[in-house]
């Protein structure tokens, strides 16, 4: 695969995750409005077969505090 595709397809990737994520996070908030502090983790993880191979896998965690109020 090119360079240029593979960034291509990480863009898609991650701009769709951001859009489902949001509207997640803003119904969550929505259904919940008494929350004041939402304290969130997202998640990366690579879940590719490399046939038991010793590949280093890609896993990546971000958390941060998302103040409602």
């Known amino acids: 695969m090119s ?3 593979c960034k291509k397809d990480i863009r ?3 701009k769709t995750f951001g859009v489902m994520a949001d509207e997640a996070i803003v119904g969550h908030i929505a ?3 008494n929350a004041e502090i939402l304290k969130l983790k997202v998640t990366l993880e690579d879940m590719t077969d490399y046939g038991g191979s010793g590949v280093d896998v890609l896993e990546l965690e971000v958390t941060k505090d998302i103040h409602c109020k």
């Open 3 to 5: 360079d240029d595709m």
């Open 31 to 33: 259904k919940n409005p």
């Open 12 to 14: 898609a990737l991650l």
